[in-house]
């Protein structure tokens, strides 16, 4: 089982090594595998949304970071409002500070399995809990068509932007996971888990600005 | 078809409590494109029967009954090609490789008695298969899809997938099929080693290694060990 790393521009000082590490597997990942950016000389694959509006959590495993995520509140640029924004032609662009994008999700060789209590599951998990903890409504963003049936197995709703389309030779759809307590019970039923699988470290941000958030209201 | 009626048919999407209202849904939803039957299925593979992978049967009565008993899936191009691409494809889009041969031909041959004559296809993930496919039949001889349809029914298919895996009980035993001992003896299949020798590495009897490979063959619907050490190799069950 992973344990879940609340990374952002407060605390990402204590996670050195994690970080670079994460950024190398995501250019195995994003570069070699899906081919979907160029190379990088130096092995590590960033992009114009990793700024200090983002929040990653690495998913840790043995000393390893074996999955992640990348969450951008959207009323800041995100993938879907610079790259994506003619998918959304039901419902136009989200731009809310407590709709997040989740961006940056890849799982390690050895850590892939088709089963329903794998990484990607926990990974799951710990994105829903951790936008529950910080007040979010909704989570998602571009997404390949062919895993969507993912969310359905965990009982998750999506709500789509747009039609699916197909863009440089994969199907795409932009859709929002909705946020609440039932889609965390459902997912941590699935693992047969109770704990939180997030671990928060030095000094938290709220991911959304405006405070009325129970968790920072006494600090 | 308008985009109103697709993204209407994905709102009733969360209320659809049964296989059976989504797929009345569905069918009468893709009409309006110019199909009349579907199967939303997970894909065989080696030997692997079709029927108990089935979750929406909306075929012609009679063509399911026939493809299962004739065991189809072996040799049908369509269904082959729908366990080597994770894209969207129109049948006539099935590389030759798969689609030209006799048996393949002959199964798209009796599918036309059903008014089965051309289709599409949407593969999706599935936690249970290997693959899932969503395959779309029309009496057309060819269909005539503009891309504006094409997006339609993918976008439908997605939430048909999406709907009927929320629907599939992935209860308590939802870990996989195979328990840890099942999982051990076909690793040391894998390497080449005899349930004698596996029964001294494990410090089992050797009956006992024989019913965890017949449990492992069983758990697959399969007949030979080697059987259940690919199939769990493809599920990546386990890694040799």
């Known amino acids: ?219 | 078809m308008i985009d109103s009626d697709v993204f209407d048919f994905v709102e009733r999407c969360r209320k659809h409590a049964t296989a059976g209202t989504l797929l009345s849904d569905l069918l009468d939803s893709v009409k309006n494109l110019g199909f009349e039957h579907l199967i939303l299925s997970g894909v065989p593979l080696g030997g692997q029967k079709l029927a108990p992978m089935v979750e929406l049967n909306g075929w012609p009565k009679g063509w399911f009954e026939r493809y299962v008993e004739a065991e189809h899936a072996a040799v049908d191009g369509v269904c082959i090609y729908s366990a080597k691409t994770l894209k969207p494809f129109l049948w006539s889009e099935v590389p030759a490789k798969w689609s030209g041969t006799e048996a393949s031909r002959r199964v798209a041959d009796e599918a036309t008695e059903f008014g089965i004559c051309s289709g599409f296809a949407v593969p999706m993930l599935s936690v249970h298969h290997w693959q899932s496919v969503l395959s779309f039949a029309s009496s057309q001889r060819s269909c005539r899809l503009s891309p504006r349809q094409q997006v339609q029914l993918v976008t439908m298919a997605v939430y048909a997938g999406m709907t009927i895996q929320a629907l599939s009980d992935h209860g308590e035993d939802s870990e996989g099929p195979l328990t840890d001992r099942e999982r051990e003896v076909l690793l040391w299949a894998a390497a080449g080693k005899t349930s004698s020798e596996t029964s001294q590495i494990l410090g089992l009897t050797e009956r006992t290694v024989k019913w965890h490979a017949s449990r492992a063959r069983a758990a697959f619907g399969v007949a030979t060990t080697t059987q259940a050490v690919v199939e769990a190799v493809r599920r990546r069950l386990i890694h040799p």
């Open chain 1, 1 to 219: 089982m992973i344990t879940a790393h609340v990374v952002n521009a407060q605390n990402k000082h204590l996670y050195e090594n994690e970080f670079d590490e994460f950024l190398r597997r995501r250019h195995d990942f994003f570069v070699h595998q899906k081919r979907w950016r160029p190379p990088s000389p130096d092995g590590r694959e960033l992009d114009q949304f990793d700024t200090d509006a983002a929040t990653y959590l690495l998913g840790m495993e043995d000393g390893r970071v074996v999955t992640s995520a990348r969450l951008i509140p959207t009323s800041e640029p995100h993938m879907v409002s610079e790259v994506f924004p003619h998918m959304c032609e039901k419902s136009g662009v989200p731009r809310r500070p407590d709709w997040a994008e989740w961006t940056r999700t890849f799982v390690v060789p050895d850590k892939r399995s088709t089963g329903l209590r794998g990484t990607l599951t926990q990974l799951c998990c710990a994105v829903m809990e951790y936008a529950l903890d910080e007040g979010l409504s909704a989570v998602g963003g571009v997404q390949e068509t062919y895993f969507m049936p993912h969310h359905g197995a965990l009982k998750w709703h999506a709500e789509p932007m747009g039609m699916a389309r197909e863009e440089n030779g994969e199907w795409y759809i932009v859709a929002y996971i909705e946020v609440n307590e039932a889609a965390l019970a459902s997912v941590r039923k699935i693992l047969g888990i109770e704990h939180s699988l997030l671990v928060r470290r030095g000094k938290q941000l709220p991911f959304v600005e405006s405070r009325t958030n129970k968790r920072y209201a006494s600090a």
